[in-house]
């Protein structure tokens, strides 16, 4: 379709008038406007004045932006401030750009000299607060376990537009649903009034579809005009059969009316889509339905009574009677919004998005899994490829478990939402089981999912018995405690948590004196601080994990050997060592991998320190701060530790390290 430029439409206007450098601006401002930033960036660059003018720069930065060119946006921000620029927007784009290319401490300053213009009342406030709090958590998003490897579907498949909520068929593996908003769509461009515009108008939603066949896709055939319409048409699932095919119609993507059609339309043209009495009411802002079986749905909702923004909820049908909507609870919905749930057959994996702050930006993918007994184990971000900086959502495991599809507007992209597929390095294997009613069914009531566990005993029969090597965490400095060898040292200490949940860990920090004590014991706690935030996002409750700030004070080599500083030391001290309580974990044997120092360069300090540990004893709290504490006790005593639970929002300063046998003898 060949789409009237608002230039053309000047001269429509005005014939006869030649079109002057100051309509390009009055073009490029209308296209803004309309959302529309690909035309308005050749308006402004239309414009031969612009290079002097920081206002347009700006704008334009944002038009290179919402274009995915980060760069250029970056480039136009500079120069604007460069012009003398007080429009702190030049901020918050620096700062969305520099967090499209992952480049997360730029986005986070840039983020906060953004912040430092608002006040707390401001609308911003709280979003650009969220956007640091994403920075801080994605810093290191390179050193995390990838799970999968990430190809965007390609031109044949994706436009500038956008391509989202992908489907496989139930029938026919091999072909995948989609919804696009593209041109070419049945209503063309229309206004938010649903009104022919070719100057302001988006195009809507239309349902296409592709077969994916030896690796190639095929050509993207749209469906029948009576199902596609000059509203937006929005695919949402099949009936378990492939019969029915489940669809919204509505004004805007966020709203509609849900309709159901049996394919009998393209056998009767004369027949038009059925609406349904259906318990999603996408009318109501219900939306991302998705059919488990005939007799079990889920969907997000902002209903009342839920956590925050869209929730997730699930509803069953008993006796032909659909039951009331059951809110996920709080161990998958937060006060961001979650929505796009996907539940692989074997009921036990629940993929969803949310914009939570433990996120790369945006929404991302996340990954609920049940335990045995139906109660959530874990909820965890898939993590690096298949998240970006831009918005993920609409995952479709295959359904053999080798891959999946999923949507996404990252930068790399065509425009828009693009789909992509992510190849699994470990196969789904739950979506070659089937089960007819998901266990955590039985672990609900109107709340949401219960999550209280079974007694230990009885839960842990069932384990096999198993063996695990703790091995201390080395590190060179500060910005060194989460590198790769670590990082692969504490997924299997998760794992081992996540399977065993009644264990509960020490984290020992050591470190070399490098001055004054206060700071030695500070940063170590801090370092074990670290390793703390990477196992809660893991999915490890935080009261799990006890922290020990020992700093220098209980080296395991001579820190001085004839004089000079060891270098055995160098290597040895500085190292976090991981404790393992599992009285209640008979099932679990832990064998613990310390450095091998020999006798002549051993020192006592860390060897009493550790046999004391192994037994009953207790320490003083001399105080308990919310900062570093700067006292002389400090340097008057060899034996202060800093301890801190990871749940708790103070540090205890505590001192000697007494058996309670001695106690008793006394």
Same mark, same amino acid.
């Given at each position: 379709?060949?789409?009237?430029?608002?230039?053309? &439409?000047?001269?429509?206007?005005?014939?006869?008038?030649?079109?002057?450098?100051?309509?390009?601006?009055?073009?490029?401002? @209308?296209?803004?406007?309309?959302?529309?930033?690909? #035309?308005?960036?050749?308006?402004?660059?239309?414009?031969?004045?612009?290079?002097?003018?920081?206002?347009?720069?700006?704008?334009?930065?944002?038009?290179?932006?919402?274009?995915?060119?980060?760069?250029?946006?970056?480039?136009?921000?500079?120069?604007?401030?460069?012009?003398? %620029?007080?429009?702190?927007?030049?901020?918050?784009?620096?700062?969305?750009?520099?967090?499209?290319?992952?480049? !997360?401490?730029?986005?986070?300053?840039? &983020?906060?000299?953004?912040?430092?213009?608002?006040?707390?009342?401001?609308?911003?406030?709280?979003?650009?607060?969220?956007?640091?709090?994403?920075?801080?958590?994605?810093?290191?998003?390179?050193?995390?376990?990838?799970?999968?490897?990430?190809?965007?579907?390609? %031109?044949?498949?994706?436009?500038?537009?956008? #391509?989202?909520?992908?489907?496989?068929?139930?029938?026919?593996?091999?072909?995948?649903?989609? $919804?696009?908003?593209?041109?070419?769509?049945?209503?063309?461009?229309?206004?938010?009034?649903?009104?022919? /515009?070719?100057?302001?108008?988006?195009?809507?939603?239309?349902?296409?579809?592709?077969?994916?066949?030896?690796?190639?896709?095929? $050509?993207?055939?749209?469906?029948?005009?009576?199902?596609?319409?000059?509203?937006?048409?929005?695919?949402?699932?099949?009936?378990?059969?492939?019969?029915?095919?489940?669809?919204?119609?509505?004004?805007?993507?966020?709203?509609?009316?849900?309709?159901?059609?049996?394919?009998?339309? #393209?056998?009767?043209?004369?027949?038009?889509?059925?609406?349904?009495?259906?318990?999603?009411?996408?009318?109501?802002? =219900?939306?991302?339905?998705?059919?488990?079986? =005939?007799?079990? @749905?889920?969907?997000? %909702?902002?209903?009342?009574?839920? !956590?925050?923004?869209?929730?997730?909820? &699930?509803?069953?049908?008993?006796?032909?009677?659909?039951?009331?909507?059951?809110?996920?609870?709080?161990?998958? +919905?937060?006060?961001?919004? #979650?929505?796009?749930?996907?539940?692989?057959?074997?009921?036990?994996?629940? *993929?969803?998005?949310?914009?939570?702050?433990?996120? *790369?930006?945006?929404?991302?993918?996340?990954?609920?899994?049940?335990?045995?007994?139906?109660?959530?184990?874990?909820?965890?971000?898939?993590?690096?490829?298949?998240?970006?900086?831009?918005?993920?959502?609409?995952?479709?495991?295959?359904?053999?478990?080798?891959?999946?599809?999923?949507?996404?507007?990252?930068?790399?992209? !065509?425009?828009?939402?693009?789909?992509?597929?992510?190849?699994?390095? /470990?196969?789904?294997?739950?979506?070659?089981?089937?089960?007819?009613?998901?266990?955590?069914?039985?672990?609900?009531?109107?709340?949401?999912?219960?999550?209280?566990?079974?007694?230990?005993?009885?839960?842990?029969?069932?384990?096999?018995?198993?063996?695990?090597?703790?091995?201390?965490?080395?590190?060179?400095?500060?910005? =060194?405690?989460?590198?790769?060898?670590?990082?692969?040292?504490?997924?299997?200490?998760?794992?081992?948590?996540?399977?065993?949940?009644? @264990?509960?860990?020490?984290? !020992?920090?050591?470190?070399?004196?490098?001055?004054?004590?206060?700071?030695?014991?500070?940063? %170590?706690?801090?370092?074990?601080?670290?390793?703390?935030?990477?196992?809660?996002?893991?999915?490890?409750?935080?009261?799990?994990?006890?922290?020990?700030?020992?700093?220098?004070?209980?080296?395991?080599?001579?820190? @001085?050997?004839?004089?000079? $500083?060891?270098?055995?030391?160098?290597?040895?001290?500085?190292?976090?060592?991981?404790?393992?309580?599992?009285?209640?974990?008979?099932?679990?044997?832990?064998?613990?991998?310390?450095?091998?120092?020999?006798?002549?360069?051993?020192?006592?300090?860390?060897? =009493?320190?550790?046999?004391?540990?192994?037994?009953?004893?207790?320490?003083?709290?001399?105080?308990?701060?919310?900062?570093?504490?700067?006292?002389?006790?400090?340097?008057?005593?060899?034996?202060?530790?800093?301890?801190?639970?990871?749940?708790?929002?103070?540090?205890?300063?505590?001192?000697? +390290?007494?058996?309670?046998?001695?106690?008793?003898?006394?």
């Amino acid at each position: 379709m060949h789409r009237i430029s608002i230039y053309t &439409f000047y001269l429509f206007l005005l014939p006869g008038i030649s079109l002057a450098q100051k309509d390009h601006i009055k073009a490029a401002e @209308i296209y803004m406007e309309a959302g529309k930033y690909r #035309e308005a960036l050749t308006e402004f660059n239309a414009y031969q004045k612009i290079e002097g003018d920081p206002k347009l720069i700006l704008k334009r930065g944002v038009c290179y932006y919402n274009t995915n060119q980060p760069d250029l946006c970056i480039k136009d921000m500079v120069t604007a401030d460069r012009l003398k %620029s007080v429009d702190n927007i030049k901020y918050k784009y620096t700062a969305l750009s520099y967090m499209a290319k992952r480049d !997360y401490s730029d986005a986070a300053k840039h &983020f906060k000299m953004y912040l430092n213009t608002l006040k707390r009342k401001d609308k911003e406030w709280q979003l650009i607060s969220d956007q640091i709090k994403r920075c801080g958590y994605s810093v290191n998003y390179k050193f995390l376990p990838q799970l999968a490897y990430v190809e965007n579907l390609g %031109s044949g498949i994706n436009t500038v537009f956008d #391509e989202f909520g992908v489907v496989q068929s139930p029938t026919r593996p091999e072909r995948y649903y989609f $919804s696009s908003a593209r041109e070419g769509s049945v209503g063309g461009l229309r206004n938010k009034d649903g009104l022919a /515009d070719n100057i302001r108008g988006q195009f809507a939603s239309d349902m296409y579809m592709a077969d994916l066949i030896d690796g190639n896709w095929g $050509s993207v055939l749209e469906f029948g005009t009576l199902l596609n319409s000059p509203k937006h048409d929005i695919l949402q699932d099949f009936s378990q059969d492939g019969s029915v095919v489940y669809f919204t119609k509505g004004m805007d993507k966020a709203s509609g009316v849900l309709y159901t059609d049996t394919f009998s339309i #393209e056998k009767n043209p004369e027949m038009i889509p059925v609406s349904q009495n259906f318990p999603f009411r996408a009318e109501d802002g =219900d939306k991302d339905l998705f059919l488990f079986s =005939d007799s079990l @749905i889920l969907f997000s %909702s902002m209903k009342q009574g839920g !956590y925050g923004g869209y929730d997730l909820y &699930f509803m069953e049908r008993k006796d032909n009677v659909w039951q009331n909507p059951v809110n996920f609870g709080p161990s998958v +919905n937060t006060v961001a919004n #979650e929505t796009a749930p996907y539940l692989i057959r074997s009921g036990n994996k629940l *993929y969803f998005s949310s914009d939570r702050t433990d996120g *790369y930006g945006g929404y991302d993918i996340f990954l609920a899994t049940f335990s045995f007994d139906g109660t959530i184990n874990s909820v965890l971000n898939v993590g690096y490829p298949i998240n970006s900086p831009g918005n993920e959502t609409d995952t479709e495991i295959s359904y053999d478990g080798m891959y999946a599809l999923f949507s996404s507007d990252r930068v790399e992209g !065509y425009g828009g939402q693009d789909l992509y597929i992510a190849y699994f390095k /470990d196969q789904v294997t739950g979506q070659l089981e089937t089960v007819d009613r998901p266990l955590f069914l039985n672990h609900t009531d109107d709340s949401g999912l219960t999550l209280n566990l079974p007694a230990a005993s009885d839960r842990l029969k069932d384990l096999p018995e198993r063996d695990y090597v703790s091995r201390p965490l080395y590190f060179s400095g500060d910005e =060194d405690v989460l590198n790769i060898a670590n990082l692969n040292n504490l997924k299997s200490l998760s794992d081992v948590m996540l399977i065993y949940p009644e @264990i509960k860990i020490d984290l !020992y920090s050591h470190y070399l004196s490098e001055g004054k004590k206060e700071f030695d014991l500070y940063f %170590s706690i801090k370092r074990a601080e670290k390793v703390s935030e990477y196992l809660i996002k893991s999915g490890i409750k935080s009261n799990r994990i006890n922290m020990f700030g020992c700093g220098a004070n209980y080296p395991l080599a001579l820190p @001085i050997i004839n004089n000079i $500083s060891s270098t055995l030391a160098e290597r040895s001290n500085k190292r976090i060592d991981i404790r393992l309580q599992v009285d209640m974990t008979r099932n679990l044997k832990v064998m613990y991998d310390y450095p091998i120092v020999a006798v002549q360069y051993r020192d006592t300090l860390w060897d =009493d320190f550790n046999d004391i540990n192994q037994q009953l004893n207790f320490r003083v709290v001399f105080t308990r701060v919310a900062q570093m504490l700067r006292n002389d006790i400090i340097n008057l005593s060899n034996d202060v530790i800093i301890e801190k639970n990871a749940s708790d929002n103070q540090y205890s300063y505590t001192m000697g +390290n007494y058996l309670f046998t001695l106690m008793q003898k006394k």
